[in-house]
Each structure stands twice: as C-alpha cells, then as structure tokens.
C-alpha cells in the first residue's frame, strides 16, 4: 500500500524560509516522479513542482518565481520542498503526491497518490 507522509509545516513570519518533507513508502521510490501541489483558502489545488524519479529533472509552475526548490533523497525515500522568502500568500495546505506510473517523468498524465497534506501559514 502506497502511503506519502508530510512534515515539516507550520507558522513561519513573511521573509522567512521553511523545508517541506514527504516520505514515501510502498513503492520502490526511486521508479517514480514526485511532487507537491498547494491549495490555499476558496482556492483551488496548485502544482507548484515535479522531479523525476532519479532527480534530474525538475518542472516549476510559474509562479514559483526562484522561491521554491524541490529536491529528493533516494536513500532516504524522501522528497523535500525548500521555500524562502516566504509571503503570506503562500500560506496553504501543502500536498505531497507521488506519481503511481514508473519512470513517468514530469510529463504525460501522472497518476498521483496523495498525502494528507501540511499546513504552512505564514504571518505578515
């Protein structure tokens, strides 16, 4: 059973910086894409990144804008989401989502797996 867990959420003040982390279990990680989507209040669910299943490539959504870096530890079976120069719009429900497809990259349609999501709420 595929299981993708968050941590790593909470309040941080508006310029400041956090790391998002999801760990996944149920599959051989290093086969699949992972990735992180947003969804923020009466707002609908965003992408904000991808990686491919040994790191090399990355997608961001555009409003990204160099303020999110995704990255992921093989050994570890664990991706990350660092953020900086945090704003009070980005304060959201963090999903990590794991791609159920093999070796799909960031293209396509993936088959997501959802976690249950970590808070970021950041303070003005």
């Known amino acids: 059973q595929v299981q993708v867990v968050e941590s790593g959420g909470g309040l941080v003040q508006a310029g400041g910086s956090l790391r998002l982390s999801c760990t996944a279990s149920g599959l051989t990680f290093n086969e699949h894409t992972m990735g992180w989507f947003r969804q923020a209040p009466g707002k609908p669910r965003e992408v904000i990144a991808c990686?491919?299943?040994?790191?090399?490539?990355?997608n961001y959504a555009d409003f990204v804008k160099g303020r999110f870096t995704i990255s992921r530890d093989n050994g570890k079976n664990t991706i990350y989401l660092q953020i900086v120069n945090m704003k009070p719009e980005d304060t959201a429900m963090y999903y990590c989502?794991?791609?159920?497809?093999?070796?799909?990259?960031?293209?396509?349609?993936?088959?997501?797996?959802w976690g249950q999501g970590t808070q970021v709420t950041v303070s003005s």
């Open positions: 989502v794991a791609d159920l497809r093999l070796f799909g990259g960031c293209s396509g349609t993936p088959s997501w797996h």
């Open positions: 990686i491919n299943s040994w790191g090399g490539t990355t």
